[in-house]
């Protein structure tokens, strides 16, 4: 088996297509699933009453903002080691689904802050990096299309990327080496304290996430091989056809 | 079912406006994303026709 088959923009481009829809599909049924679990059955919250419900979005936002993170860094290392063209357009095509992941994150937990710890905002340690972590994505975008020559966009914005994954540590650990106002996680690797019907509702939804992040990062990044390799032979007979 | 009415749903245990605006965000930023990403796609391949064109026409 040839691995580095689907590394070429030209086969991705329909592997890609053929996957998008499927993810989708998959991140709809999984999130009505996890609604239904999280709206409709699971009980309430004896402290916070029915606006921790928010956490049903809240914390799935939060893993993704962070975990898209990481794979995008993991596509600019390999863009900056072996120079590799879809790499690159793979790391340009998921920046803006992390950045509305922890928009909406951010959002969330503002929303929810307000009626339990009386603020929509404080300067707290797991808020502030959260923060950090939307305008690294921001930065990202900014900086990869500064370039009149997308290769040097891709290689500059790789090392902003690669240098911005410090960040990440200090938002998973914030809640451990600062005493701050947001709380400490409930489901770790030692396992959770919560509910199981909760426990599922939030797991179900970050699978939904996961999807939906997928889905939306291979339609872009078709869009993305379009544009970079117009003038190419294969997306002329592509179109042709 | 945790809910005994539709209306005892909607108010969210009197925290319906927080509980409602982030379900609401994140359906708007869902939205919002997929159109972008339609109206890129779009842009995409009429620039594939422009250079198309511009070929025949040389």
């Known amino acids: 088996m040839n691995w580095f088959y689907f590394s070429s923009p030209s086969t991705f481009y329909g592997l890609a297509g053929r996957l998008a829809p499927w993810c989708f599909v998959s991140a709809a049924v999984l999130a009505a699933w996890g609604l239904y679990l999280g709206l409709l059955v699971a009980p309430t919250d004896a402290q916070q009453g029915e606006v921790y419900r928010v956490i049903f979005i809240h914390v799935p936002t939060a893993w993704m903002s962070m975990f898209l993170y990481f794979i995008m860094a993991c596509y600019c290392g390999l863009t900056l080691v072996f120079n590799t063209r879809l790499s690159a357009m793979m790391a340009r095509a998921i920046a803006p689904t992390g950045a509305m992941f922890t928009f909406v994150a951010l959002w969330t937990g503002s929303f929810w802050g307000r009626p339990t710890w009386g603020t929509y905002w404080v300067w707290d340690a797991r808020l502030t990096s959260e923060l950090v972590l939307l305008f690294l994505y921001f930065g990202y975008i900014a900086l990869a299309n500064a370039f009149e020559d997308p290769r040097r966009g891709d290689r500059a914005a790789a090392l902003l990327a690669l240098i911005g994954v410090v960040n990440l540590p200090i938002i998973y650990f914030s809640v451990q080496w600062w005493n701050t106002l947001h ?43 379009l544009e970079r390799e117009r003038r190419t032979q294969w997306v002329r007979e592509l179109k042709a056809a | 079912m945790y ?6 749903f909607r108010a969210m245990g009197g925290h319906a406006f927080f509980v409602w605006m982030s379900y609401g965000a994140l359906l708007l930023a869902v939205v919002v994303e997929m159109l972008l990403l339609r109206a890129r796609r779009k842009r995409a391949l009429a620039a594939i026709e422009e250079e198309r064109d511009l070929e025949t026409e040389n």
Do not use: E, P
């Open chain 2, 3 to 8: 809910w005994s009415s539709w209306s005892d």
């Open chain 1, 183 to 225: 709380q400490g996680s409930s489901v770790n690797f030692k396992g959770t304290s919560m509910h199981v019907t909760m426990l599922t509702g939030m797991l179900v939804m970050s699978f939904a996430a996961w999807m939906y992040a997928i889905g939306a990062a291979l339609v872009r990044v078709r869009s993305i091989i």
